[in-house]
Structure formats: structure tokens, C-alpha cells
């Protein structure tokens, strides 16, 4: 793998278990503004060592972080952040919510996704359009996106390892959007095995696809003040999903 042995010399403790994609900021093959959003390009990903994880170092530009960061409050404010628990009761550390016509959500009655806010009974909020675009220029899936999920990471949360896998269809990728601090990503393969970690800072997105759809992933720790987007800190993450499964399986 051509790529990882760069990438680890590129660590700053030179650990072979750690990625850092910070000397790959200053070289982003990609500038964008709000004006230009519908002329997005793609460049080449940079690889983890993990076939079908790849990651776009600052991808979106401030601007467009900003946009986006304006974009999520309008959503909060439709659907408000929440503490879900897990079906055994704990509760997560981070907050949620969620946009588009299906929201994921935890409580004692499992995972799974629903069209309405658990605590308001609201339906969640439309995507932002700018979402939309993202996903069509990632995902390489030939259908919409029909979940967001919003994370909001202080810097105490964390998230262990898990699988995402309440989906209908793995065909389609999960794509995810970091803003705020950066947070330290933990991955490994869906079959066990040794885990790997790489730092995604704000502007960072990554796919989650094919050999990697149900990889094992988690964040380890955020870190303080690494971004100054959030006024107040902190960590927001976009995960852009296809929760139900094709359009021509689905039951009238």
C-alpha cells in the first residue's frame, strides 16, 4: 500500500498505528467558495491503508464550513440537539439530531430510523442543499442521500467503536463531514483485527464504501482548540446515509 507508509512517516509520534493528515492541508488540490459550489471537483483521495476508507483532507474550504455551520443551527433550531441513550439505558455522550426524510435514533427500543424527532414528534428538517451537492460529489452512489445524522462532540465525548449497519441496502456509501475541532478517528476492518487512527479536522470529509462500508470506526478524543469555526468549540460531524434500500424494492 503505496500510500500508508507516507502517510505514517507522516505521524507526529512516527507510530505505524497513526495518520496524520496535516501536512496534507497546506497541499489541498481543491479551493472553493460559495459561488462556486455547483462547479465542485473532486481530486483523488488520500489513502488509509483501508480499502474503500478514503479521505479528502480539506475538502471544503472555510467558507463553505461556515455555510455549513449556519446551515446545521437552522436545522437545531427545527429539531433540537438531544442526549439519546442506548438500548441498555447508557447515556451517549455526544448530542444529536438529524435532516432529511429519515433521522437514526437510539433509545431502550433499539437503533433504528424514523421520519419524526423522538423528543418533539416533528418531522426532521429538509437537508441543506449544499449536503446534497456533497453527497453527489462523494458518494459515486446513483440515488440521494436520505439521512443525516449531526453529531455534536464537546470535549469530553467520545464515540467506541461500532458499525454502521441499521441501514436497508450497504450498497450505498456513509459519508462524513467534520467541522470544528479535530477529532482523533479510530478504524478497522468489519472482520477484527487491529485498528488504525487518523486525525480529521475541520473541513475533512471521508467515505465509508464497498470493502470498508461496514468497517469498524469510532472517535478516541476531540481535540480543544484545533479549529476556531465553532465560537464556543467543539466538534459537529455529518454523516450522510441511504437508510432505506432501492427504489425499486421498496413496497407501495
Known amino acids: 500500500m503505496g500510500n500508508e507508509s507516507v502517510l505514517c512517516r507522516c505521524s507526529v509520534n512516527s507510530s505505524p498505528s497513526r495518520i496524520d493528515l496535516a501536512a496534507f492541508h497546506r497541499h489541498s488540490l481543491v479551493a472553493m ?59 451517549f455522550s455526544v448530542r444529536m439530531t438529524n435532516c432529511g426524510p429519515l433521522g437514526w435514533v437510539s433509545d431502550r427500543n433499539g437503533y433504528r430510523y424514523q421520519p419524526h424527532h423522538p423528543q418533539t414528534s416533528r418531522p426532521w428538517p429538509a437537508f441543506p442543499p449544499l449536503l446534497d451537492t456533497i453527497w453527489q460529489l462523494v458518494s459515486g452512489f446513483d440515488g440521494p442521500a436520505d439521512a443525516c445524522l449531526v453529531n455534536f462532540y464537546d470535549a469530553d465525548a ?77 466538534r459537529i460531524n455529518l454523516t450522510l446515509r441511504r437508510a432505506i434500500g432501492p427504489m425499486d424494492a421498496i413496497k407501495s
Open 33 to 91: 467558495s460559495e459561488d462556486t459550489v455547483s462547479k465542485l471537483t473532486l481530486p483523488p483521495p488520500l489513502s488509509t491503508g483501508l480499502e474503500g476508507f478514503a479521505v479528502w483532507p480539506g475538502l471544503l474550504d472555510e467558507a463553505l464550513q461556515r455555510r455549513l455551520v449556519d446551515d446545521i443551527r437552522d436545522v437545531v433550531k427545527q429539531a433540537p440537539l438531544y442526549r439519546p441513550v442506548t438500548p441498555a439505558g447508557r447515556p
Open 158 to 234: 467520545r464515540m467506541g467503536l461500532h458499525q454502521d449497519k441499521d441501514e436497508q441496502d450497504f450498497s450505498a456509501p456513509v459519508v462524513s463531514i467534520s467541522l470544528g475541532d479535530t477529532a482523533v478517528f479510530r478504524f478497522g476492518s468489519a472482520e477484527g483485527g487491529p485498528t488504525r487512527s487518523v486525525k480529521l479536522a475541520s473541513g475533512d470529509v471521508c467515505i465509508l464504501s464497498g470493502p470498508a462500508r461496514l468497517a469498524r470506526h469510532g472517535i478516541d478524543r476531540i481535540l480543544p482548540g484545533t479549529s476556531r469555526l465553532l465560537a464556543s468549540g467543539g
